[in-house]
């Protein structure tokens, strides 16, 4: 991807296309889901905290642990591969199938540069983004659930909220949402660009894409949660 290059400004536009495409059109796919993984999370935390010694603040707490270091970075990129992952891979795959990359091979131009690294480009810039919007809205409506379904104090909600933060958390929530945005568009492009036969490997290319982006999130999460929560990598 790094050698026989376009112009940079082809590859600012086409990034920003692409951050258009990926990052901008998916919000609204993980508004929906942060928004009720947040709400259901306040209540199955609030109806586990069965003893009378166990403040209501421990919803608060629970939800922004949940939510900072698993909900909003790694089950948010699940989605994210199941909506991006499959796009990049059809929309290559289609390209190779109607021979479309051949022909820009054939004018002298790097297509891995041209097609694949946009693409990489968006998901690292856009999707740390998204984790925090993510973050944002399952916090916050984990408040107004616990407020109105199980009778949690907002002022002991947000408590919960403050009580023992570690600003690292943040830090690692956006650590691993680069490296997942990389390996989901990476792979993707992977499977679309190198694509074989005819229309109904599309569809095989865009599964195979979700099903690998799937298994590398998980396989990642827990080498990075190893790694980057041992203490002498916490900074």
Do not use: W
């Not at 998916?26 to 209540?43: N, R």
């Amino acid at each position: 991807m790094f050698v026989n290059r376009e112009r940079v400004k082809t590859y600012i536009r086409q990034t920003l296309e692409e951050c258009v495409s990926i990052g901008v059109n998916s919000i609204f796919l993980v508004a929906i889901v942060s928004i009720f993984a947040g709400a259901v999370a306040s209540i199955q935390i609030y109806h586990t905290l069965t003893s009378p010694l166990l403040g209501d603040f421990l919803v608060g707490y629970g939800v922004r642990e949940m939510t900072i270091l698993e909900t909003a970075p790694t089950v948010m990129a699940i989605v994210f591969a199941a909506r991006v992952g499959s796009s990049i891979a059809g929309q290559l795959g289609s390209m190779r199938i109607s021979e479309q990359i051949d022909a820009l091979e054939i004018l002298g131009i790097n297509t891995t540069s041209y097609l694949v690294l946009p693409k990489i480009l968006a998901s690292i810039l856009t999707y740390p983004f998204l984790v925090i919007i993510s973050a944002f809205l399952a916090i916050y409506s984990g408040l107004i659930s616990s407020q109105f379904a199980v009778s949690v104090a907002p002022a002991d909600y947000i408590y919960g909220l403050r009580h023992a933060f570690d600003p690292y958390s943040v830090y690692f929530a956006i650590y691993k949402s680069i490296v997942y945005a990389f390996l989901i568009s990476s792979i993707s492009a992977y499977r679309g660009f190198y694509i074989s036969g005819g229309a109904v490997a599309i569809g095989k290319a865009s599964t195979r894409a979700v099903t690998d982006s799937c298994i590398a999130i998980l396989l990642a999460d827990y080498i990075l949660t190893q790694l980057l929560l041992h203490p002498s990598f916490k900074i």
